[in-house]
């Protein structure tokens, strides 16, 4: 899949940075990427994105200094600089982009009020789907911030094609505050998203048994709302593959009675081995945490060497899949790169319920309550007639 992503504010252009990074690593050139932000040593500290593809909007209004956690604003010069942001993609190219990917902190102030914004106009703009990757904020990060994700989250369902959910509570770990983690984070977002997007781009390792081409990804994320990604990893070389790399490897083709009926045995190992690593992807840690059993459609992909591919396995895991969800659209298949790992990638989508959203709206909803009470409060303290104003 090409993927045009847009690092909205600090946390969506790091991310985005790192995709670049990846990308360059893998020499595939799937991914192109800008930064966008009010805050310019956030832009100066990016490593990968090109300098003349980090725009800093909102120069007249917070003269370069970031809308300091509030997205109201974050959303105003969105909407004011949203013409200079369209360019700055338009001249990048995207042509031949199958999707625009928006990255985004929903508990800050920049991206989160920014990206549902940019996401309104690209819909308008291109006939390509316009997906978000939002990073919701940890409960200690305080109210402020829940009420931003809330709001940022409610507006960027309606807005997008669908929102990809990475919580970082979920991930950081007990007694860790999340701003030590960011890094460890990071890497797990662009390691699982990486696997994802690349899906159905043609890989050094060849071309695949089941291939997904991006239109399986773009139907499975049809229906909108939120969705969450499941990854495991396990390395997984067969006797086949180390004997051929090993002292003897290509000085003999045929095998043996003895080693042909190891190798039956064998396929149906590999076949196992793929359908465990796919359960373990889902029944494992989510990006969101949720109950898988409210997806409406869902992606499995298998990632890894052609030779420990098994079209059977991968096919068992899609029925496995389909079991375990509320609907009945399950896509999938492989993808081949040179490796010894094999990641398994799910995506759970357009899920129902996830009691991390429903704390952030019960959060926000208190928030707001409090926030109408305290203003009300403050202003019947100098609400007394007796007393008159200088002037009206
Ligand atoms: N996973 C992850 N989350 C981050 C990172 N940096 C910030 N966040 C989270 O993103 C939210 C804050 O968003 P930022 O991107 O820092 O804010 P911003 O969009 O630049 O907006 P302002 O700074 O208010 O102008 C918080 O909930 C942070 O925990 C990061 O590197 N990784």
């Known amino acids: 899949m ?9 946390a969506g252009g790091k991310v985005v940075d790192m995709f670049i990074e990846q990308d360059r690593k893998s020499g595939m050139n799937n991914f192109r990427g800008i930064a966008v932000n009010t805050a310019r040593t956030d832009l100066m500290g990016l490593k990968n994105i090109e300098l003349k593809d980090r725009i800093l909007i909102g120069q007249t209004v917070v003269k370069g200094h970031g809308v300091g956690t509030d997205n109201v604003t974050g959303a105003r010069i969105a909407a004011d600089e949203i013409d200079s942001i369209v360019n700055a993609i338009d001249t990048r190219g995207t042509h031949d982009v199958d999707a625009f990917v928006i990255v985004a902190g929903l508990g800050g102030g920049t991206g989160s009020g920014g990206s549902p914004v940019l996401a309104r106009h690209l819909k308008r703009i291109y006939r390509e789907p316009v997906y978000v990757l939002g990073l919701l904020p940890a409960p200690e990060e305080g109210r402020l911030y829940t ?12 807005e997008a094609d ?4 990475f919580d970082n509570s979920a991930w950081k770990n007990e007694g860790e505050s999340v701003k030590t983690a960011y890094s460890r984070l990071n890497d797990e977002i662009v390691r699982r998203f990486g696997v994802l997007f690349r899906a159905g781009e043609v890989s050094k390792a060849g071309v695949g048994e ?18 969450s990604v499941g990854y495991a990893v396990t390395e997984m070389v067969s006797e086949r593959t180390k004997k051929k790399r090993g002292l003897f490897g290509g000085l003999k083709e045929s095998l043996s009675k003895k080693e042909k009926t190891e190798e039956v045995l064998m396929g149906e190992d590999k076949s196992a081995k793929v359908i465990a690593l796919v359960r373990r992807a889902m029944l494992g840690r989510l990006t969101l945490p949720c109950d898988y059993s409210t997806a409406e459609r869902a992606l499995v992909l298998v990632a890894g060497n052609p030779n420990e591919m098994d079209r059977k396995g991968v096919e068992k895991a899609k029925s496995w899949v389909e079991e375990n969800i509320a609907g009945v659209e399950v896509r999938g298949g492989d993808y081949p790169v040179e490796s010894t790992f094999v990641a398994a990638v799910v995506v759970l989508a357009t899920i129902g319920e996830a009691p991390r959203v429903r704390e952030l709206f019960e959060i926000a909803r208190e928030t707001k309550e409090d926030v109408i009470k305290s203003k009300e409060k403050r202003s019947s303290m100098f609400d007394d007639p007796e007393i008159d104003p200088l002037f009206e």
């Open 147 to 158: 009420y931003n994700a809330a709001r940022s989250l409610s507006t960027l369902v309606k």
């Open 2 to 10: 090409r993927v045009f992503f847009i690092g909205f504010g600090q």
């Open 210 to 227: 089941m291939v997904v081409d991006s239109s399986e990804i773009i139907n499975t994320l049809r229906g909108g709302g939120i969705t």
């Open 162 to 165: 669908n929102v990809f959910v």
